[in-house]
T-cell receptor, first 108, second 115 residues
Framework: AQRVTQPEKLLSVFKGAPVELKCNYS??????LFWYVQYSRQRLQLLLRHISRESIKGFTADLNKGETSFHLKKPFAQEEDSAMYYC??????????FGQGTRLTINP | GAVVSQHPSWVICKSGTSVKIECRSL??????MFWYRQFPKQSLMLMATSNEGSKATYEQGVEKDKFLINHASLTLSTLTVTSAHPEDSSFYICSLSVYSYNEQFFGPGTRLTVL
């Protein structure tokens, strides 16, 4: 069965420190992975997707098929990065399976 | 990107009553929409896929007779929680699938509280 695991419910780092939000998945086919973000009092929105290999707001994520991981990274955290982050897997027909989410807090 | 609205944003109802939640696509044709529910401090759980002009496809464990989905137009999908009970209290979120963007656009959510 398709599954997305985010092992950390909470993650707190200081401003300027590196950030890594972990995401592991299980999927029998060729996975398509996304990171969604939800800022305080805002709706869920797409941060980035693995097929684009893009960097958004300084965040990057590399798909590692060997480790079945799609960790989200940023070298220098900013206070405005504080939010809830969800890793998601597309299981065809654009249906998404979400991980449990990680609440990231950036301390000043 | 696409803009998705939900109405109401917040509703309280008595146990046993039915509640209808609307999800509107304001600028894209919504042939496919999704309904999720989110319990406090938990992740989004897909409930059903709403297809314009046809029956919704429900995920395993979701009662189709309890959560009625109607998607009669290209701009509107509705979710009706029938005979609501306190355990149905949750945050209900819809999303619009835009194939050309390979992305889902989410509504702001509706918080349902059943007394």
């Amino acid at each position: 069965a398709q599954r997305v695991t985010q092992p950390e419910k909470l993650l707190s780092v200081f401003k300027g420190a590196p950030v890594e939000l972990k995401c592991n998945y299980s999927y029998s086919g060729s996975p398509e992975l996304f990171w969604y973000v939800q800022y305080s009092r805002q709706r869920l929105q797409l941060l980035l997707r693995h097929i684009s290999r893009e960097s958004i707001k300084g965040f990057t994520a590399d798909l590692n098929k060997g480790e079945t991981s799609f960790h989200l990274k940023k070298p220098f955290a900013q206070e405005e990065d504080s939010a809830m982050y969800y890793c998601a897997l597309s299981q065809g027909a654009q249906k998404l399976v979400f991980g449990q989410g990680t609440r990231l807090t950036i301390n000043p | 990107g696409a803009v998705v609205s939900q109405h109401p944003s917040w509703v309280i109802c008595k146990s046993g009553t039915s509640v209808k939640i609307e999800c509107r696509s304001l600028d894209f044709q919504a042939t496919t929409m999704f309904w999720y529910r989110q319990f406090p401090k938990q992740s989004l759980m897909l409930m059903a896929t709403s297809n314009e002009g046809s029956k919704a496809t429900y995920e395993q464990g979701v009662e189709k007779d309890k959560f009625l989905i109607n998607h009669a137009s290209l701009t509107l999908s509705t979710l009706t929680v029938t005979s609501a009970h306190p355990e149905d209290s949750s945050f209900y979120i819809c999303s619009l699938s835009v194939y050309s963007y390979n992305e889902q656009f989410f509504g702001p959510g509706t918080r349902l509280t059943v007394l």
